[in-house]
């Protein structure tokens, strides 16, 4: 569905993507994860066929976007970061006039609209206006707007970045069933939750190169450890301390706030730091994530 | 249950268009529903703003101004001066409104127009169809005008009426195409607080609606002369009362028809390098 190869974007004198390789095959869920600024809006709108290439190969579909942008954009889906939804227009309306830029006559329009408000338990707000609308709600509508024209894949920029938790889950539901339809997602999170949640597979970008790929799974497994303790001591105490548990664990990061100690078992490594006489104010053994993935690739966090 | 996305989905290959094609009256629909919310506040509003002008500036000024038909471009009478001038200023303002603040909020402050070229339309679609609004808009509201002017009994011929009524459009146009390309590249709506000030309101006072050019002595007439409202005023007046200078006439519509062209360009492609980066 997507080929890139040694792909690159300049703005000016600003290099957004360094040359990344990605290929996504139809029917996989597959994201883009990295810090706001890694390159991943940049990549998306490539991908979308809004945006020149500086270099390297791209192809959407087997398609050149460079040639084929409106052959492209009919048949993928869009869902941007920012909402641009009509305020002119109610609910129901923005789905079928946006089916109507896609060339659909207006009966399948009509009927597309109803299946798709349904389909994001939209229904009792068909009329209603798009600004009267909660966040969730919006972003669901921004969703069932991108699927107007079935599409044969789905891209989504950062799809809950400023929703409450609720209001995800009610998203990642949706998304998911769409995975049992056969569309073919790709979506950028900075969010390793997202990510665990919904991809096949991903990539970890930052600074605009690709630094890992692989899935959730296989990229916990190949860059960090099984566990991690968590420990939480005195405000400023936490750099002094590390070389004291150093030896305790495979490898431990220190945060302004606290340790992190990796290790296979979380829970025995607790209970050697207790042998050593040191009392932490608080600590936590919990399963390694994408967000460790991250911190070991590039010495920093996810979300700052 | 929705049916979304079938990876040989029929839908998807509706839209398959090649590069290049037009595809501006897929947004019909858009502004189809965006006229029928506002159509009934435009009608009303653009018959009494005129019909408040042609009562206190035609009948209860003109009252006072009796002059010689040569001193006033060939009009009988004051109101028969300034009514066709007060249609072409019309046409300009009413433009003014349309691809102003509309176009910055369509570009940043809503983004409809990158939900739009996400779609197979491109930003030379967009363009186009947001001016066949506006073009359709001065329609609407230069036919209202005209149609409060009638029983003034200011017209000379019907046929002279339904020109100056597409000239209206032209008007339109020429104006509308240059400041929505301005507009589509902008990032402050404080410029436009200019753009009213010393644009529209010296265009709409010094452009020979109101008296003659001829009375803002030569070098001010020459500098008026070469605005675009002053040949659609101009244009305008020729055709509703009737004496029309042939030569003069095609210079007007050759100036108004370079600008909507030009101007029509440029707006395309300030757009396309605004929303393709």
């Known amino acids: 569905m997507i080929h890139a190869a040694g792909l690159r974007k300049s703005f000016g004198s600003f290099e957004a993507v360094k040359g990344i390789d990605v290929d996504v095959a139809p029917g996989e869920y597959f994201g883009f994860l990295g810090p706001n600024g890694a390159g991943k809006s940049s990549t998306m709108r490539m991908v979308a066929a809004v945006s020149p290439v500086t270099a390297g190969t791209l192809r959407i579909l087997g398609l050149d976007p460079a040639t084929d942008g409106p052959e492209i954009r009919s048949r993928i889906g869009v869902c941007p970061q920012e909402d641009t939804l009509d305020v002119e227009l109610n609910v129901r309306d923005n789905l079928v006039i946006y089916g109507r830029y896609f060339g659909l006559p207006r009966k399948e329009v009509r009927e597309r609209a109803d299946e798709l408000l349904e389909f994001v338990q939209l229904t009792d707000k068909a009329s209603a206006k798009v600004d009267d609308l909660s966040g969730g709600m919006k972003r669901r509508l921004t969703i069932a707007r991108s699927l107007i024209n079935r599409p044969e894949m789905l891209l989504l920029d950062e799809p809950t970045t400023g929703l409450d938790p609720q209001a995800r889950h009610v998203v990642w539901d949706r998304l998911f069933r769409l995975k049992q339809q056969g569309v073919t997602l790709v979506l950028t999170t900075h969010y390793m939750d997202e990510a665990e949640q919904l991809c096949d597979r991903l990539v970890v970008m930052d600074k605009g190169l690709i630094v890992a790929d692989g899935s959730p799974l296989e990229l916990i497994r190949n860059h960090s450890t099984r566990e991690v303790a968590e420990l939480r001591f005195g405000i400023g105490e936490h750099e002094q301390l590390a070389p004291k548990v150093e030896d305790l664990a495979e490898r431990v990061e220190v945060l302004p706030d606290r340790l992190l100690l990796y290790s296979a078992d979380g829970e025995e490594t607790l209970a050697k730091v207790h042998e050593r006489g040191l009392e932490p104010l608080a600590s936590l053994v919990r399963r390694s994530t994408l967000e460790d993935v991250f911190l070991r690739l590039t010495g920093r966090t996810l979300v700052d | ?277």
């Open chain 2, 1 to 277: 249950m929705v049916s979304t996305g079938s990876t040989t989905g029929s839908g998807s290959t509706t839209g398959s268009g090649s590069t290049g094609r037009f595809l501006a009256p897929r947004l019909a629909d858009y502004w189809l529903t965006v006229a029928k919310r506002t159509w009934k506040g435009t009608v009303v509003s653009s018959f009494v703003v005129p019909f408040l002008y042609i009562i206190a500036m035609g009948v209860l000024l003109g009252g006072f101004i009796h002059r010689p038909a040569a001193q006033l471009d060939g009009a009988s009478s004051y109101l028969a001066f300034v009514a066709p001038g007060m249609v072409a200023a019309q046409s300009m303002t009413t433009v003014f409104g349309e691809v102003t603040y509309p176009v910055m909020g369509m570009v940043k402050w809503h983004r409809t127009y990158y939900g739009m070229i996400a779609t197979p339309l491109k930003p030379s679609d967009v363009v186009l169809a947001h001016l066949g609004f506006v073009v359709f808009r001065v329609g609407l509201v230069a036919g209202v005008f005209l149609l409060v002017m009638s029983p003034f009994g200011v017209f000379e011929s019907v046929w002279g009426v339904l020109v100056a009524w597409l000239v209206q459009m032209l008007i339109g146009l020429a104006f509308a195409a240059p400041i929505y390309g301005l507009s589509a590249g902008l990032n402050n709506d404080s410029v436009f607080a200019l753009i009213f000030r010393l644009g529209m309101i010296p265009l709409f006072l010094f452009s020979g609606a109101f008296f003659p050019v001829s009375n803002l002595g030569p070098t001010l007439e020459w500098f008026a002369r070469i605005t675009p409202l002053w040949h659609g005023v101009d244009l305008t007046r020729m055709l509703v009362l009737g004496n029309i200078d042939g030569p003069l006439a095609l210079v007007h519509v050759g100036y108004l028809l370079v600008l909507a062209g030009v101007g029509t360009w440029w707006a395309i492609h300030r757009l396309t390098r605004r929303l393709i980066s």
